[in-house]
């Protein structure tokens, strides 16, 4: 099991918005980063480090944290945001990097 | 544009060892980033496996640390992982990234902005 727990599935409705959480205690010292992975691709960067987005992802995408919780927030979601997200951080040690287990968002 | 491409073999016996490496373009492995290994398992999550940075030096998942081997080839700009002695547990998806440093030393944070497609490693007899 992670020491990063994320909802296994979360739904919205098209247009919107949704917040995918992850929570542990190591998150109350570290920020998070999160990816995106649609059915059959590689996972791709959506944020890191204190709301930074990679150019080519949409400014709805959003990352917060709070106490143990760092949270991923899509605001007005679209239909390609259907997938999979995962976050990563450093886990309760501070000495290792692990993955939340995932949660799976449908967009209906 | 930097792309990463896995390659190896698709099947490795139990027991055996699997050897992948990762093939860097359009950025040089000697001018910064970190490199890491992850792999997802059929239907699972994604799991770190390490990061290597272009010295050599290396982080490896504890649980996987006593099989695991990563190296980096600068000549070639690429790098490589070895999981020793592996079971039917070891068949996933293995992905390589690009792995970037950020925020201050006791704070350090890691991310990965670049990854490959993805290669499939089944262990079987």
């Known amino acids: 099991s992670s020491e990063l727990t994320q909802d296994p599935a979360v739904s919205v409705a098209l247009g919107q918005t949704v917040t995918i959480t992850c929570q542990g205690d190591s998150l109350r010292s570290y920020d998070a980063s999160w990816y995106q992975q649609r059915p059959g691709q590689a996972p791709s960067l959506v944020i890191y480090?204190?709301?930074n987005r990679p150019s080519g992802i949409p400014d709805r995408f959003s990352g917060s944290n709070s106490g143990n919780t760092a949270s991923l927030t899509i605001t007005g979601a679209q239909a390609e945001d259907d997938a999979d997200y995962y976050c990563?951080?450093?886990?309760?040690?501070?000495?290792?990097?692990?993955f939340g287990g995932g949660t799976k968002l449908t967009v209906l | 544009q930097v792309q990463l491409q896995e390659s190896g073999p698709g099947l490795v016996k139990p027991s055996e060892t699997l050897s992948l490496t990762c093939t860097v373009t359009g950025y040089s492995m000697r001018s910064g980033y970190f490199w890491g290994w992850i792999r997802q398992p059929p239907g699972k999550g994604l799991e770190s496996i390490g990061i290597?940075?272009?010295?050599?030096?290396?982080y490896y998942n504890p649980s996987l640390k006593s099989r695991v081997t990563m190296s980096v080839d600068t000549s070639k700009n690429q790098f490589s992982l070895r999981l020793s002695s592996v079971t039917a547990a070891d068949t996933a998806v293995y992905y390589c990234?690009?792995?970037?440093?950020?925020?201050?030393?006791?704070?350090?944070?890691?991310?990965?902005?670049?990854w490959g497609k993805g290669t499939t490693v089944t262990v079987s007899s």
């Open positions: 990234a690009r792995v970037g440093p950020i925020g201050v030393p006791a704070q350090l944070l890691y991310y990965m902005d670049v």
């Open positions: 990563y951080s450093r886990d309760s040690s501070g000495n290792h990097w692990v």
């Open positions: 480090y204190k709301n």
């Open positions: 290597i940075y272009h010295s050599g030096s290396t």
